[in-house]
């Protein structure tokens, strides 16, 4: 982050005035973890953040670190800090670069609530009572009460607030009118019977300020109404609707499972956005910016052994550049007849927009990292040198002629690539039904059926899906009119 401060940033302003806090386990340790606090106090006093990946230390890394105690995880500090409502986490899209969804994804998670907060302890057999003492006095509320019979049991408590999802409601729904994306609110309602009030609530905001503004865009559905899924088949869908343009909301756990699985589909996890907002206490917005990828531990180590590293900071980036444009807007809302400050805005707005163009055309020129440009890209010194040297000529308004289109980078040079090729040939061998070392067209649309990722046709009824035969949905072509996919 150091070289892209040093050459992105502080050419163009002065950041003598920016706070700094060091959040790495041996400086949280060192002050009893008084860091974290001042930390959270500042971001709700700002009110915009850029936060650098962090770690939570497991117990191996605690030795390893030589750290006092058990550190907490920071993320939880600050959602709790800052009344954390949503964590937005969105695609990063690159013109002429095909990633994975061709239109925009964007997601809400709660940021509150559920397994994370959870308190548990190992019991025995016996009996385990949940209640509930009312803040007002009255009588107690038994929530459960069961009958423990095997002799080790994990009990496990945690509850869900919901006096914040009306917030989490609008910020949802005016996000994908913006964006022009159908919503859906997901949960496990019809097993979790406790999430219906979720979806109550998000539909009660729905419908009352958001549905007519969604029908006149033609966003919905025949029925005009808002749309949910089940989480089961959120997770089928986010693999099958690789279009994009939709966004979905959902509980906290949900929503982290669901969004990595959009990562993943998206290429990786450097291609999301993840942004937390919360609320002060008189309604002013915190935002909270942060790469979704989190630390990047084989490049750091890399790095410290004096190795040659390729780092995409896209994530990172795209990060910074909320923060600097939340912070302008909160200054520009309180002081909107200040000339000095309409030209301050001014200028941090279209340095944004410059130097996320400019990121993004040097990926478009293919002068990426090497997980975009495979074993030719860039180091993270030269890529950072190259987007300061383009950001530079696009302030002095000297621009670049039209970028290439660029084919989808091969994910061979994802360092998460982990494909068994012997295993890819026996399943590539399943499929072609007739070994002739090409898979047809009607070989292809039937694997695809049997893997569940089929395209739906939306004019045929899930019962009159139930009775056709999967080769009279794919029709008979000749042989020799049909596509192939060569071995």
């Not at 290429?267 to 907002?277: A, D, E, H, M």
């Not at 091969?410 to 295993?423: C, G, H, I, P």
């Not at 499929?431 to 067209?441: E, F, L, P, R």
Request: hydrophobic share 35%; glycine share 8%; aromatic share 10%.
């Amino acid at each position: 982050m150091s070289l892209i401060q040093e050459q992105w940033i502080e050419p163009y302003f002065n950041t003598s005035r920016w706070e700094y806090y060091d959040l790495s386990c041996q400086h949280r340790d060192a002050t009893n973890d008084l860091i974290l606090k001042e930390a959270v106090e500042a971001g709700k006093r700002i009110g915009s953040i850029f936060k650098e990946p962090t770690i939570t230390p497991t117990a191996l890394q605690q030795e390893q670190m030589n750290l006092s105690g058990p550190l907490s995880s920071p993320n939880g500090a600050m959602r709790r800090g800052w009344n954390g409502i949503t964590i937005s986490r969105d695609t990063i899209h690159i013109e002429g670069v095909e990633l994975g969804f061709k239109n925009p994804v964007l997601f809400e998670r709660h940021a509150v609530g559920g397994e994370y907060g959870a308190g548990w302890k190992q019991v025995g057999a016996g009996q385990l009572l949940t209640t509930f003492i009312p803040k007002d006095g009255s009588p107690p509320t038994v929530v459960d009460s069961r009958e423990l019979t095997n002799d080790v049991n994990v009990a496990v408590v945690y509850h869900n607030p919901y006096d914040n999802v009306p917030d989490l409601a609008h910020i949802f729904f005016q996000r994908c009118l913006e964006q022009k994306v159908k919503p859906y609110v997901v949960t496990k309602k019809t097993v979790f019977k406790w999430q219906e009030f979720f979806w109550i609530k998000m539909k009660e905001t729905f419908d009352e300020h958001y549905r007519h503004k969604y029908v006149s865009a033609g966003l919905l559905g025949e029925d005009e109404e808002l749309p949910h899924l089940i989480s089961d088949a959120a997770t089928m869908q986010i693999i099958r609707w690789q279009d994009g343009n939709f966004g979905m909301a959902a509980h906290n756990y949900d929503g982290d499972m669901l969004t990595d699985e959009v990562a993943q589909v998206h290429r990786s996890p450097g291609f999301i956005t993840s942004n937390l907002i919360g609320k002060t206490e008189d309604g002013r917005l915190i935002k909270e910016f942060e790469a979704s990828h989190g630390t990047v531990t084989d490049l750091w180590e890399m790095h410290l052994r004096d190795e040659e590293t390729s780092l995409n900071p896209l994530g990172l980036v795209e990060a910074l550049i909320g923060a600097m444009q939340h912070s302008a807007e909160l200054e520009f809302e309180s002081n909107k007849k200040d000339l000095e400050v309409q030209r301050r805005h001014a200028k941090i707005l279209n340095f944004c927009m410059s130097l996320r163009q400019a990121m993004h055309n040097t990926f478009r020129y293919g002068q990426g990292t090497r997980d975009m440009s495979g074993p030719t890209g860039f180091t993270t010194e030269d890529f950072v040198a190259k987007v300061a040297w383009r950001l530079n000529r696009y302030l002095a308004n000297d621009e670049d002629g039209p970028a290439p289109v660029l084919a989808e980078p091969s994910r061979e040079y994802l360092k998460q690539y982990n494909v068994d090729t012997e295993k890819l040939k026996g399943m590539f061998s399943k499929y072609d039904t007739d070994k002739s070392g090409a898979i047809n067209y009607k070989e292809f649309a039937e694997m695809l059926v049997k893997l569940g990722v089929a395209p739906v046709n939306k004019n045929v009824s899930p019962e009159q899906a139930s009775k056709t035969k999967v080769d009279e949905i794919i029709g008979n072509e000749d042989d020799e009119n049909e596509s192939e996919i060569k071995a």
